[in-house]
């Protein structure tokens, strides 16, 4: 079946899904941090604005909750906490030099393939547009990881973290017009909690070892040295 | 049901209640009253169960059957021993210097926080509230990691969140998979309660639960700490004060498991095969073999312990995995019987430390020579964990032994070869503690070794002779699980 053969809603769900894991890779490849944390809230954005979409179409008020919950969270709250750890450390001129950024990108469109690889069964149940948005999903949340293995400031983790949150959430968006209520106000409790733990965090890894960068953090062995 | 509300309301009080007014002097032992209130309720709630059977509350949204309730009493009972355990201890810990009154309160607080997520865990029927509540562990005990401000314990609490946080959120992939299978066979609001998924588990689409498993197992198990997840485990265990090593190795670790658990009763039903049950047994067997041979390079006493944890999840791991009546009878026995010795001999290493005043198993020495009882309980719960006949861990690792040389003879010898060495692992460090040369100056300390001596007689009674109703309730369980009784 052809996109322009598609209802409005579906073609909008699956531009918004490219666009979603356009913002993973651009996160990806970045070494400033405002820049990171700007992608970080423009992701949030695309997911709002997804949220809305589904809730307008789908006919389903529920999710103009999570919409809501998504635009103070994703696109207020912690990019906002984010920005002022950075300025507050006087970080935001400096460029984390990415080593191996090629092989990262490269890395990352290999993960995307293998989304696509591992969910593909859902076929058989649905269509070929619930692979592509559940495969984008899947590939975000990799990506995430990708991100916080190849950066080394803990600003940046917390943002692969949180995107990896945001993975999740489109996932169940789009395929399951959101979870039930109860199990989606635990989420955003549970990102909220750990968004306020991640601030403590900063502060005492500041205090601790006077820095964010988490790879000085390496007293801990698995076996004796 | 009202048992089952008590049993969350009562620890969720607690939590405000620390948090406002958790600086006196006697919070020690109120905490240890909030738990016992708690205790009593669980116990009420299992009287509950096996008069009437299995509870569901108005509304599904909490479920009690023969396979939980055990773990919620359990549960309940090893909260209440630490936390008589943790009132002197972390009173001693003030004295030294090392804790202020407000990160005590924080302390308290978050106890009751993370007994309140270890409930919801339990009774909960709806996975995806199974999820925020796991969630809500970690985010209740990652504070209490970093409790005492050291370098190593802010990065072990880093790692604990990273690694778990990332980890959980592929199961919670997994839920949003499940629910996308549920969806499918219609009634949307009560497509996530188990109880309902459970009864429709052979109309659920086995491809698409296959795949949700795989990141279940993965999510979970990270919490379980199976190898290679577990990176984040010794180091929590040991940079947190000893109390909350003793919760997470006795309580977190088994609530993990359960969780993968019910999970894996879902996804039985739908394939119809054993697709599951087989990445549990590899994951099970590495984490037992890999941890077994880490237990030998250590040389903090409670990254040893935290090892031996790992490998004991391994066994349980593959035990539930393995699926045979016997098999999930085993490890249902297991997972009570390792939490009771766990969590005693996290107790006794707690009073040994603060004896020794380190952590480092090279500067523990003579602990037998100057303070018997704690010395004594460190040599007893080691050899009850290593599996000597005659205490519980004995019975359940046999009784695994046995399943395995039925269903799969050709891993026995890894077993048994992998009890062997954590044996060795175990015993080459403790025994030059225990009857070493004790260094000059070593005084006793004040200690309360009665939850020790309690938790290691339950063992004992247990290696003995199971008793009836437990027995009972075990079978109740296995034969929901495996979907036969055990012998």
Redesign the interface.
Known sequence: MNIEQQDFYTQAILSMAALVGLTSFLMLGQGRLLRLIFVFALQGLLLTLTTTLAAYSLNSPHLYISAMMTLILKVIFIPWMLRRQVVLMNMHRDVEALKNNTAVMLGGAGLMVFSYY??H??V???SAIMLNA?AV??SV?LL??LL?ISHRQ?VA?VVG?MS??N??FF??IV??KG??M??EL??A??VL??AV??G??FF??RT??DSLD?DR????H???Q | MIAAYLVLLIPFAGILFFAFDGHKQETGRLNVRFNAVTLAATVWLAVNVLNNGTILSSGKAFIIDSFNVYLIVLTAFIGLTTAIFSAPYMEHEKELGKLTERRLKLYYSMYQGFMLAMYLVLTTNNMGVMWVAMEGATLATVLLVSLYRTPESIEAAWKYFILCGVGIAQALFGTILLYYAAVQIGDGDNALLWSVLFDNARKLNPEILEIAFVFMLIGYGTKIGLVPLHNWLPDAHSEGPTPMSAVLSGLLLNDALYAVVRNKMLVDGATQGNMAGLLMMGFGMLSFLVAALFLHRQRDIKRLFSYSSIEHMGVMTFAFGMGGPLATFAALLHMTVHSLTKSAIFVTVGHASQLAGTQNMDRIRGLIKTQPRIGWGLLIGTVAIAGFPPFGVFTSEFLVLLATMHSYPWLAPLLLLGIGIAFAGLFRHIQPIVYGEQPEGQLPIKANLWPVMIHLALVLWLGLAIPDFLANWFSQATLLISGSMPL
């Open positions: 591992v969910l069964p859902i058989q149940t649905s559940l999903s899947l949340v995430g990881m916080m803990a983790h973290f990896i949150e993975g999740l996932a169940a395929a399951t979870m039930p109860v199990v635990g989420v409790f549970d909690v750990a733990l991640f403590i965090f005492h890894i601790s070892i988490v953090m390496n007293r801990l698995e076996v004796d």
